[in-house]
């Protein structure tokens, strides 16, 4: 199946009351357990990648490549979205050309105005090549590929502004962070996610840094309108974890444990598990 892009999932999503899985991805092993737990459980996808891990991996256009061929190889038949994820406008344009089937334009760093116009630039050219935009409005807090943002709440009436451009999705801030949650985190500003919803109407919301929200807060930014959640740092987590257990155990050294397909396998399980959790909390299973 070839790639999608989110448009589609993200609108039915929207109309069903659940949510699109955005798993990032660092490698082979990391796009091998999503893609796998996916169609295990009939549930549309999208893979993101960052600045950071597409130059990790050698390149965008490495990164396009393999995941077609895995999509092939593996007989996938639930749709993928190849996703850059907090993209610089330089980077957007390098995924255009690398064949990503959606990109994410952060301009929430610039002044409104430019942002708008970027934006705008940005989602023209997307509609020439049948590719979703996702914009953001509201700094997300947390660090990401060492960016390091505290973290606001939109404004209301600047995200109606960028939807209005025709934006496939909007990512705007209700107190969401990257990363770990602090102790004293306050929770999710419904309120403001309320006032957004009512200015954008139809455009599907993201949500950013679903890692460690509680799921009761989860299932209800998703009855408000957030159609597609993002998910990074749980998988991390579940990866170092289990890695760490196997070599603590002293697994590796057991036979052939050292065998790098052997020593990855338990943290591409926890990959799988945290997929699983988080696409039964969403509500996607089956949606496909």
Known sequence: MALVSVK???EKALKGKYAVGQFNINNLEWTKAILATAEELKSPVILGVSEGAGKYMTGFKTVTNMVKAMIEEMNITVPVALHLDHGTYEGCYKCIEAGFSSIMFDGSHFPIDENIAKTKELIEVCKQKGMSL???VGSIGGEEDGVVGQ???ADPDECKKIADLGVTILAAGIGNIHGKYPAN?????FDVLEKIKAKTGDTPLVLHGGTGIPTDMIKKAISLG???INVNTECQLAFQEATRKYVEEGKDLVGKGFDPRKLLA???EAIKATVREKMQIFGSIGKA
Do not use: I
Request: contains cysteine; negative net charge.
């Open 8 to 10: 589609d999932m993200c």
């Open 151 to 153: 973290g606001e709440c």
């Open 226 to 228: 957030v159609a597609k």
């Open 266 to 268: 338990p943290g591409v």
């Open 185 to 189: 985190w306050t929770g999710l500003r």
């Open 134 to 136: 996702e914009a953001e």
